[in-house]
């Protein structure tokens, strides 16, 4: 139990670092989750209320395109910080899905909790914020990327970002955030 809060901690302090005080306000709230390979722990349109930590493991966010397609939308690897709970839900439902790709380990606090510690506590509301800056920022350098980049760049920005996540998880994930086909991809790779 010790451990997964240390980690929690570090992640946060690698974010916007805060006092131990402000810390032990988050931590009596956090909760463990771990699931497995292939599970979908945050289903579309479905109530979701916390906020998550990835501690281990490697998950991606995803919509169903209609086709029946999954189309990936982010990865989050360890030691990171799922998107924040006002983005991904609209009326406190999830507007996408999200898939373990690994196992997974998370720490959750419930979103409602930390937004009023969010108000109470300046580190915190800090800490959020920059949280919500990162997300949106890393969202429209994707947009970016895509209207704007070749394939081939897209592959090269891809690997810069997620180094060695290409031999972990399915190409097609891959394929499908980089706006691609598995075949194109595959072409790319052999290049």
């Known amino acids: 139990m010790d451990s997964f809060k240390n980690n929690v901690k570090n992640i946060i302090n690698e974010v916007c670092p805060i006092s131990e005080l402000a810390f032990e306000a988050i931590e009596k709230y956090l909760e463990f989750e771990s699931y497995a390979k292939g599970a979908d722990f945050i289903s579309l349109n479905k109530e979701n209320d916390k906020e998550y930590f990835m501690l281990k493991g490697i998950c991606k966010s995803y919509l169903i395109n209609p086709e029946g397609d999954e189309i990936t939308i ?97 190409h097609g994930a891959i394929a499908s955030y980089l706006g691609i086909t598995n075949v194109s991809l595959s072409r790319l790779r052999k290049e």
Do not use: C, W
Request: hydrophobic share 40%.
């Open 74 to 170: 982010s990865f989050y690897v360890e030691n990171s910080i799922l998107s924040p709970h006002s983005i991904r839900t609209s009326n406190m439902k999830a507007n996408q899905y999200f898939k373990a790709l690994t196992n997974v380990e998370l720490a959750s606090i419930n979103a409602s909790k930390f937004e009023a510690l969010m108000i109470e506590n300046l580190e915190i509301r800090n800490f959020g914020n920059v949280v919500l800056q990162k997300e949106l920022l890393s969202k429209v350098d994707k947009e970016i990327g895509l209207a704007s980049l070749s394939a081939k760049d897209r592959l090269l920005k891809f690997r810069r970002k997620y180094k060695m996540l290409e031999n972990l998880i399915p």
